[in-house]
């Protein structure tokens, strides 16, 4: 093999040498038609660039001096010629790289026709060259690799086509033979179908058997006439497909099992299992109970077509069959069935299977919470299939329980009594257990629920969810619209929880207040009659009775507390300036010549109105000069905040509003007219009016007195029937008390109750908002932080 490999690669090196010398060959072929003017050349193609074709000046006989004088050039076209002429030594060279399959595809003979022109005269010649052929292409074929089914069952001298290779090249140097792989199976055989084309095929010289070798692979090789030849290859693989030639065959000679009766359905037996050499369906195998077996053992076994598995299906009973014999069948699934019958022997094994069975024969469903202990509830007879030790039965109650069971004197009897009181409330009904065992080995059991269920008795008083109740309740509320509910609870049942609402009047004190109030006797829901007044009523209480609907009836009762809330119904009034015929008007007047700073007057008012209700703020709202008074906004003392000119007008309008904070904000308005005078007019008009205002002053004092001391005792009526409440728990209790050492005659605190945070809340003109009365633990502790700030002027 070595030296047939060199004596190959030196017919190669030979072949190379021989094709560079046949492009350096200029013309091969030369011939001149005087009458067509045609001349003729040969060249091989793929030579290089520059390569010589022939010398045209030379086989036209024109002097190649002339052919510049003469414009010789080639017409081709638009295109680029693929060669050209030296008008210098008249020779035609290529003028570009040529390939033959390229320009003529797979013609036998390829040429270019080229026309030459030469002028002053004008001469046209034709000239043909003619490309040769050279072996640069190998054979190739359509697929690298080409799948056959072939049935094992195929007869010898069967024949299969194969794709034929190509071959760019032409003549000698395309396909010129085909060669098979060795194999015991396929020969090759090619049928030559004229022009270069050669078609392979297979012949089947040998049967083919699956279960011997399932693929065969084989090489396909074309080879050119080429020197050396050129080839090429395809892969021809070969799939024998199955024939359903082989039954099926149980892998293991006898198949036995040991079952135990009574085993839940869908319990694996056994699997049986055998296997087909076949593929596909005559390989798949499937399994069925044989034509011999009995509609008994069909009813107890079922069998998994697929798996071969045997499992349960019916109840197994060793004392109805103790031994099954059953044919299993295993089959494929080819056209032609093949199929192998095989016997499986199962043994049932015998259990203690007869668990005690329970009756119960009389049983008192309802059973009364007062019932004395040793009631009987029910009675229970057991009985037992089996015999001996299987038989033998033992009862009891699987929980801790009050009922206990107690045999009787009869056999397998038992009652069921109570040995406690029972509690309604705590358990209304019990799931009694009962579980009977016998002594078979191993132990049987079976367990019976009995529900008892507890029957009421009225022993339980209705509960208030709340004792006292405490509300708080907004002032001008709707008429005979529920403002408030108490809710009662009953752990009876039925109508002994079914509950009554009445209202406790009496004649005393209280009896003011119940008798504009109502209570829905089904809801608890309380009505008022009519509209609430702060300013009038701040607080009041009352009580509620809950009675049940037993035999007796029991009942209790709840105190409700009713605080009263204030809201914003009351708009300011101005208690100074006020005129004559009772409008909030005022003249003032001052010296001209006063400094920055002077307090003009003081607007007062109050609000009966407590809270942020009653916090009143004063602004201007209208004034003449703004750089000239300054109002504080929480006092309303109004001041001069420079002094005045020449030109400063000589008297000044000022509206002062004067408003609540209240949600829904009320005002007033008050008018003050400042009159600048000359120094010596203002003393004259001062010793005239300082009586007048002396008994303003007194007046104004003695009304704000009777408010503050109004509002002083509302207040503190209020706190102290709070403080008798919680004294009523026997809780001790603190409070602090604040004085305002600044005061001077505005009504500027107030304190106000807010039921969302459950605190107090103290509001004032230099206090911040956060400054709050908070309830202790028990809500009668008062702890009122000190915050004061300092009074700001509105300009």
């Not at 009766?261 to 055998?274: H, K, M, R």
């Not at 009977?436 to 022993?459: H, Q």
């Amino acid at each position: 093999m070595f030296h047939v490999y060199i004596m190959e690669q030196r017919r190669r090196q030979t072949w190379r040498a021989w094709t560079k010398w046949l492009a350096l060959i200029t013309v091969l072929f030369t011939f001149w038609s005087g009458a067509s003017g045609q001349f003729r050349y040969s060249i091989s193609e793929e030579v290089k660039k520059g390569t010589a074709v022939g010398n045209i000046a030379k086989d036209l006989g024109v002097d190649k001096t002339t052919l510049k004088e003469r414009g010789y050039r080639i017409v081709y076209g638009s295109t680029e010629p693929p060669f050209r002429v030296n008008q210098d030594d008249g020779i035609l060279y290529v003028n570009q790289k040529i390939d033959r399959e390229e320009m003529c595809e797979r013609s036998k003979v390829c040429v270019i026709d080229l026309k030459t022109v030469l002028e002053n005269p004008l001469e046209v010649h034709y000239v043909t060259v003619e490309i040769l052929d050279v072996n640069d292409h190998s054979p190739s074929f359509p697929e690298h690799e080409n799948k056959i089914d072939i049935s094992e069952s195929a007869l010898p001298g069967a024949k299969f086509q194969l794709q034929a290779a190509r071959d760019a090249d032409s003549g000698l140097l395309s396909v010129q033979q085909y060669k098979l792989s060795q194999n015991e199976h396929f020969r090759l055989e090619v049928k030559d179908r004229g022009e270069d084309r050669k078609t392979p095929g297979l012949i089947l010289q040998k049967a083919l058997d699956r279960e011997s070798l399932k693929t065969h692979t084989l090489l396909l090789t074309a080879t050119d006439g080429g020197k050396p030849p050129r080839s090429g290859n395809m892969t021809i693989i070969v799939d024998v497909s199955d024939v359903n030639d082989n039954p099926p065959v149980f892998i293991k000679e006898s198949y036995t099992a040991q079952l135990k009766e009574n085993s839940p359905l869908g319990t694996n037996v056994i699997q049986v299992n055998a296997t087909d050499l076949d593929e596909g369906l005559n390989g798949e195998v499937l399994y069925s109970f044989g034509k011999d077996v009995d509609a008994r053992a069909r009813a107890r076994f079922d069998l998994n077509s697929m798996t071969g598995v045997i499992s349960v299906a019916g109840a197994i009973d060793y004392e109805e069959c103790s031994i099954y014999e059953i044919d299993i069948q295993a089959s494929d699934k080819g056209a032609a069935t093949l199929a192998t019958d095989k016997s499986v022997i199962i043994n049932i094994v015998d259990l203690n299977d007869n668990a005690p069975e329970m009756e119960v024969t009389s049983f008192s469903r309802d059973l009364p919470e007062d019932s004395k202990p040793g009631t009987t509830v029910a009675l229970i007879s057991v009985k037992d299939s089996d015999s001996g030790l299987n038989g033998k039965v033992m009862c009891y109650i699987s929980q801790h329980l009050p009922v206990m069971l107690t045999p009787s004197l009869q056999n397998n009897m038992y009652s069921l009594v109570t040995k406690m009181l029972f509690d309604r409330e705590n358990e209304s009904q019990y799931d009694v257990a009962i579980v009977c065992k016998d002594a078979g080995e191993p132990s049987l059991s079976s367990e019976r629920n009995i529900k008892i269920v507890v029957s009421d008795v009225n022993d339980n008083r209705p509960m208030f969810t709340q004792n006292p109740y405490t509300f708080y309740i907004t002032e001008n509320n709707k008429p005979g619209a529920s403002i408030l509910s108490v809710t009662a609870r009953d752990e009876d049942d039925s109508s002994n929880a079914l509950i009554s609402y009445n209202m406790v009047r009496d004649r005393g004190v209280e009896q003011l207040f119940t008798s504009f109030l109502n209570v829905n006797s089904e809801t608890g829901d309380i009505s008022a009659l009519k509209s609430f007044d702060f300013e009038t009523l701040k607080t009041f209480q009352f009580q509620v009775v809950a009675t049940d609907s037993g035999t007796p009836s029991l009942s209790s009762n709840v105190t409700v507390h009713v605080f009263i809330l204030d809201q914003n119904d009351n708009a300011p009034v101005i208690l100074y300036p006020v005129s004559s015929n009772g409008s909030a008007e005022g003249v003032e007047e001052i010296p001209r010549n006063v400094n920055a700073g002077h307090l003009v007057t003081k607007v007062r008012a109050y609000d009966a109105d407590i809270g942020y209700n009653g916090w009143l703020l004063f602004s201007l709202q209208e004034v003449t000069d703004h750089s000239l008074f300054g109002l504080d906004r929480y006092t309303g003392r109004i001041r001069t905040l420079r002094s005045f000119t020449e030109t400063d007008e000589a008297e000044h309008k000022l509206i002062i509003l004067v408003k609540d904070n209240g949600n829904v904000s009320l005002s007033a308005t008050a008018t003050v007219v400042v009159k600048l005078v000359e120094p010596r007019e203002a003393f004259a008009a001062a010793d005239v009016k300082s009586a007048t205002k002396d008994d303003e002053d007194n007046n104004v004092t003695f009304y704000l007195m009777i408010t503050l001391g109004s509002v002083s005792t509302l207040f503190l009526i209020s706190i102290i029937v709070l403080i008798a409440m919680q004294c009523s728990k026997s809780t001790d209790y603190t409070s602090k008390y604040l004085q305002e050492t600044n005061y001077d005659g505005t009504l500027c605190h107030s304190i106000q109750y807010r039921s969302g945070d459950k605190r107090y809340m103290l509001v004032g003109p230099r206090m911040s908002i956060g400054s709050t009365i908070v309830p202790g633990s028990h809500a009668n502790t008062l702890v009122l932080p000190d915050r004061r700030g300092t009074s700001t002027e509105v300009r």
